[in-house]
């Protein structure tokens, strides 16, 4: 039996935003300096980010390695 690929949340900015309290420009300037994951463009006019990238990114900022 073939196992059904897990398919990642995707997150839009809007609920980026509701997570992490950044404007749309600073968290283009992390993005762009590596210092936050990289946004997925699926086609014109949208832009994703992935979960599971985010969710470990606030966790390395809550235990203090940001890096």
Known sequence: MTE???IP??????????????SEQHI???EKKGEFP???HLGPGR???LE???L???ERRR????G
């Open 9 to 22: 949340k995707l997150l839009t900015g809007k609920e980026l935003r509701s997570l992490i309290p950044y």
């Open 38 to 40: 990289r946004s997925v």
């Open 56 to 58: 470990e990114w606030l």
């Open 52 to 54: 599971a990238e985010i």
């Open 47 to 49: 832009v994703v980010w």
């Open 28 to 30: 283009r300037r992390l």
């Open 4 to 6: 059904t690929p897990t």
């Open 63 to 66: 235990s203090g390695n940001a």
